[in-house]
């Protein structure tokens, strides 16, 4: 039997079918990153889980993983076996222009000093180097918060809106920034609609009620494929997850 984390709500696990379209949400961005990655040396700054780290570590010439947790840390290494340093993200373990590309995928939202975060990124990264953060789109994920207002999720700090993380950037030490946004294909659309129409809301309704989920959503959640999502650099602000990239001057 493959090993698993436990689902505590702070990071997704792959091979759980009530967990899958959360998994497929956060493949889709790694997928998207593979040819950024090719032949680099990559750093992934939170590596959680470690499927993302290995994804990548099929087409990079290297991979670092960085994670807190210690339990975590020995998960990536038993499961993928790759190396993973424990390390505070706030003040990254790595010298100077060290690394071609940092991964920082749905972890900015957990820490407290994000533009120290940033900094550090730019450090490491050398002149040239491409830094690629997803994060959850505070406008979608929580509406009606402002920037500063205490997140719900217990797990986060302070939650993004595309305008606020891209306004952290050039302080940090970056240009050339890209803003994408992760949005439902039309598949997921039609799964939308068959459950009120939103199967996020129905999944989180669900969770929050202790209610045992309907065959239908049962049958929709775990088909859900990578393929259904979108990437793309319009409508921004209505997106799932952004995704911004950006360079540290060469």
Do not use: K
């Not at 079918?17 to 990153?33: C, D, G, Q, S, T």
């Not at 038993?78 to 003040?91: C, E, F, M, S």
């Not at 997803?134 to 719900?152: E, M, V, W």
Request: aromatic share 6%; glycine share 8%.
């Amino acid at each position: 039997m493959t090993e698993t984390l436990p689902l505590t709500g702070e990071r997704t696990v792959p091979g759980i079918p009530a967990e899958n379209y959360w998994f497929r949400r956060h493949e889709a961005v790694y997928l998207a990153l593979v040819d950024d990655c090719r032949d680099a040396v990559v750093l992934e700054a939170g590596v959680g889980e470690g499927y993302g780290a290995a994804l990548l570590a099929d087409v990079a010439e290297r991979v670092v993983g960085l994670e807190l947790e210690a339990a975590t840390a020995a998960h990536v290494h038993r499961r993928y076996g790759l190396d993973v340093v424990r390390a505070d993200l706030q003040r990254l373990p790595l010298p100077d222009a060290s690394v071609d590309v940092v991964v920082n995928l749905q972890v900015i939202e957990h820490l407290w000093d994000q533009p120290g975060f940033l900094r550090e990124c730019a450090r490491v990264l050398r002149p040239g180097g491409r830094l690629h953060c997803s994060t959850p789109n505070r406008l979608t994920f929580s509406p009606g918060n402002a920037l500063d207002d205490r997140p719900l999720n217990p797990f986060h700090t302070r939650e993004l809106a595309a305008e606020d993380l891209v306004a952290m950037l050039p302080d940090a030490g970056f240009s050339g920034v890209e803003v994408r946004g992760l949005h439902h294909g039309a598949a997921l659309r039609e799964r939308d609609a068959r459950h009120g129409g939103s199967i996020v809301d129905a999944q989180i309704a669900l969770a929050l009620s202790g209610a045992e989920w309907p065959e239908a959503l049962v049958a929709d959640v775990e088909a859900v494929t990578v393929d259904e999502f979108d990437l793309r650099a319009d409508d921004v602000d209505a997106s799932l997850d952004l995704v911004v990239s950006a360079a540290r001057p060469a």
